[in-house]
Every structure is written in structure tokens, then in C-alpha cells.
């Protein structure tokens, strides 16, 4: 179930798919994307979604995964899913299956074991401190297999489910104590650490593509749906959101909206991204 969000009709200057330049698709190397709600739908990802991944595959283009989502859930990504990478936790690592032995290979970003402990129990001392203030939320049901932040469920699991307003509060408490912290289209994450989506996204390039974004970013898109994907909607050329981005529009909690936008919500605005991308390829 997802947070009730009635909106003020925010203007924005998103094209629509029809108008993703054809050339910028002939150039394309590869395809980042969110996951909830933007792979996803509704809790689930529907066959459209995991067969554009395929396509993508077949087409001969990178997909990797940029997701507030646990390394619980990175393991299996990267071993299972036909992605090139995984990027979790908001940028607190990258999982890759190493093409060439076979074997997982994960990268933490400059914290080891020791640092991402204190760092998780300063985080418990602040979720205590706003559990008081806010009795309704909960740690995410995919807490137990995070390495290095703290997800507070605001309309995934928790009944009733809250508002957006509600996870701007909770953002805003982690941030005045001196965390980061960003607002899914589910979850606020919050962590220690500077780093985001953007900066690991640009590591693993680097690192396991060969590839420096500085000189490459026009030639990756990246979809996406909510605030914790704005570092990447600022950065990357070619950008485009599913249908749910206006929500977080209409909220004020968006800035920069992506460049491109789906009619269609989660794994159909997907699917229907890479479907425009692969026939504009031609």
C-alpha cells in the first residue's frame, strides 16, 4: 500500500517519451534504474519489466540497478537478475559478479566493518529518540539485511501508512543530527557517510566498467521515480521518470524532475521506457 498524496497540479517541463532524441538512443552504452516503484509495481515486478531487462541484454547494453534496497537483497540481484552491477543502500556499496571467474565481488564505500557499526548504532539512537515523536513508523522489513544504513518504513508495511509530509519530518530529523538521509518512494534512508546514488553509481563505472561518466554520462539513461533519485535526474543528460515521479512533484520533495516522463506507472512505465529507447535504436 503507498501513502495517500493529494497534489497542487505542479508544473514541470517533462517531455514525453515520444520526443527521447534517437540519436542519444543509437549512442546509449547502458541503463541505470531504480527499483521500487520504478522496476516494481505495487510490491511486485511484473513480466514486462524483467523481460525489458532481457531485452536490454540482447540489445548488448549495460543495466545496473541503483537502489535504496539492502545488501541482503544486492546479493541476490547481482547473482540471479540479468544486470551488470548492483548499487545498494542509497551508494553504500556495489555488488558485481565478476565476469571472468564467476564470483561476487562487493565494494564498500571508504567504511569498513568497524566504522559502519558505529554508524549503525549512532542511527539506533536517533530512530529511538523519533519513535517517541512518531509512534506509527517502523524500521523497514528489509532492515535485518542492511550493512550500513537505516530504513524507516513510512507506507510499506506500517498501517495505516503515512503521509509524504510525515517522511519529509523523518528526513529532516536524521539530517538536523547530522545524517544523510533521502526520502523512496517507500522508505527514508538514513546514513552516515558522503556518499549517494550519484557518487557509487560513478565509482562502479569507473572501477568495473572502464568507463568515466565525466566523459560518458550522455551516453547512460537513468529512470527513476522519487527523491532519492534527484542526484541522478541532476546528472545524467538523458533521464526519465514513471508516472508516479508527479506525486513528489506535487509535494515539493522533487528537484530536478527527470527530463523524460512514462504515462505509466512502476514496471509498465518501464518496460514502455526501454521499449521507446530499443525502437528509437532502431
Not at 540479468?82 to 561476487?104: H, I, K, Q, S, W
Request: charged residues 30%.
Amino acid at each position: 500500500m503507498r501513502a495517500d498524496v493529494r497534489g497542487h497540479g505542479c508544473e514541470t517541463d517533462m517531455k514525453p517519451l515520444r520526443e527521447i532524441p534517437e540519436q542519444a538512443c543509437r549512442n546509449l552504452l547502458g541503463v541505470f534504474f531504480d527499483i521500487d516503484d520504478t522496476f516494481s509495481m505495487h510490491g511486485k515486478i511484473r513480466p514486462e519489466a524483467f523481460s525489458a531487462l532481457w531485452q536490454l541484454k540482447d540489445a548488448g547494453l549495460l543495466a545496473v540497478p541503483i537502489t535504496g534496497r539492502p545488501a541482503g537483497w544486492a546479493d541476490h540481484i547481482a547473482r540471479m537478475w540479468p544486470v551488470d552491477g548492483v548499487v545498494g543502500e542509497n551508494g553504500a556499496f556495489y555488488f558485481r559478479m565478476d565476469p571472468r571467474t564467476a564470483r561476487l565481488r562487493k565494494r564498500f564505500f571508504l567504511q569498513d566493518p568497524g566504522e559502519r557499526l558505529r554508524n549503525r548504532q549512532r542511527l539506533e539512537r536517533i530512530f529511538r529518540e523519533l519513535k517517541e515523536r512518531l509512534p506509527g513508523i517502523a524500521l523497514a522489513s528489509d532492515q535485518p539485511y542492511r550493512e550500513a544504513d537505516f530504513a524507516v518504513d513510512f507506507c510499506e508495511d506500517v498501517s495505516p501508512p503515512l503521509s509524504l509530509r510525515d517522511a519529509e519530518t523523518i528526513r529532516a530529523f536524521f539530517a538536523a543530527r547530522g545524517a544523510q538521509a533521502k526520502i523512496s518512494s517507500i522508505h527514508v534512508n538514513a546514513w552516515f557517510g558522503d556518499y549517494d546514488k550519484l557518487a557509487m553509481c560513478r565509482v562502479f563505472a569507473e572501477e568495473e566498467l572502464g568507463i568515466s561518466l565525466e566523459t560518458e554520462k550522455e551516453r547512460f539513461l537513468f529512470i527513476g521515480d522519487s527523491p532519492n533519485d534527484s542526484p541522478m535526474f541532476s546528472y545524467f543528460p538523458l533521464s526519465s521518470g514513471v508516472s508516479g515521479v508527479q506525486r513528489f512533484l506535487d509535494a515539493g520533495l522533487l528537484d530536478p524532475p527527470p527530463r523524460f516522463v512514462s504515462p505509466l506507472d512502476g514496471s509498465l512505465g518501464f518496460a514502455q521506457i526501454v521499449r521507446q529507447v530499443l525502437e528509437r535504436r532502431g
